[in-house]
């Protein structure tokens, strides 16, 4: 009902309300004129951070895929030794571990053409010597210290020792054979 008397008063007096309200002539063109003469807004240019983040994802991850397959240093943590928990033990494994390097640079450098298929044959057994010694060391930590692992670990290192010097007399004998064969020639 209060509709239709608001609708009433405005149909009557359109005309009037129209003339009061209504926009001086050339007011359109006055306006866009002024909006002609604004200067265009230069829109700044936004960093992409997308863009980067779609280049850096992808080598990131290539550069962590390349360096856990390709590294050469183990990745157990090889902290635990028998010097943890004995340190006569732990001197005899230091000594065995040393015997093992030294025979190993031995063997390298009195490697030739002839004896290379006995020292790959060996080293490769000493590779699967080297593996089980690490495992061995992880028993270690993971049992506390159990004296039967502790046996396992120096019976290995050992055991690499007495490959080495079979393999280093094997090629001794080699090279004192090739030796005395060529002073029989001449």
Same mark, same amino acid.
């Given at each position: 009902?209060?509709?239709?008397?608001?609708?009433?008063?405005?149909?009557?007096?359109?005309?009037?309300?129209?003339?009061?309200?209504?926009?001086?002539s050339?007011?359109?063109?006055r306006?866009l004129?002024?909006?002609?003469?604004?200067?265009?807004?230069?829109?700044?240019?936004?960093?992409?951070?997308?863009?980067?983040?779609?280049?850096?994802i992808?080598?990131?991850?290539?550069?962590?895929?390349?360096?856990?397959?390709?590294?050469?240093?183990?990745?157990?943590?090889?902290?635990?030794?028998?010097?943890?928990?004995?340190?006569?033990?732990?001197?005899?494994?230091?000594?065995l571990?040393?015997?093992?390097?030294?025979?190993?640079?031995?063997?390298?450098?009195?490697?030739?053409? =002839?004896?290379q &298929?006995? #020292?790959n /044959?060996?080293?490769?057994? *000493?590779?699967?010597?080297? $593996?089980?010694?690490n495992?061995? @060391?992880?028993?270690?930590?993971?049992?506390?210290?159990?004296?039967?692992?502790?046996?396992?670990v120096?019976?290995?290192?050992?055991?690499?020792? =007495?490959?080495? &010097?079979? #393999?280093? /007399?094997?090629?001794?004998? *080699?090279?004192?054979?090739? $030796?005395?064969?060529?002073?029989? @020639?001449?």
């Amino acid at each position: 009902m209060m509709e239709d008397k608001w609708k009433k008063i405005f149909e009557e007096n359109k005309d009037q309300i129209i003339e009061e309200f209504s926009l001086p002539s050339g007011h359109e063109k006055r306006f866009l004129a002024k909006l002609n003469q604004q200067t265009p807004k230069v829109e700044k240019r936004n960093f992409n951070y997308w863009k980067v983040a779609a280049v850096m994802i992808p080598l990131m991850m290539l550069s962590v895929y390349f360096w856990t397959e390709f590294r050469t240093e183990p990745l157990t943590d090889n902290t635990t030794t028998l010097a943890s928990y004995s340190p006569e033990l732990g001197e005899a494994e230091n000594q065995l571990s040393y015997l093992v390097e030294m025979n190993v640079k031995q063997i390298k450098s009195m490697q030739t053409t =002839e004896n290379q &298929e006995l #020292v790959n /044959t060996s080293l490769s057994k *000493l590779d699967l010597l080297q $593996k089980d010694y690490n495992r061995l @060391l992880i028993d270690l930590k993971e049992s506390g210290g159990n004296p039967q692992v502790m046996k396992s670990v120096l019976m290995n290192l050992q055991l690499q020792v =007495e490959v080495l &010097e079979q #393999v280093l /007399t094997q090629m001794n004998s *080699l090279q004192e054979f090739k $030796k005395n064969s060529n002073e029989t @020639l001449f």
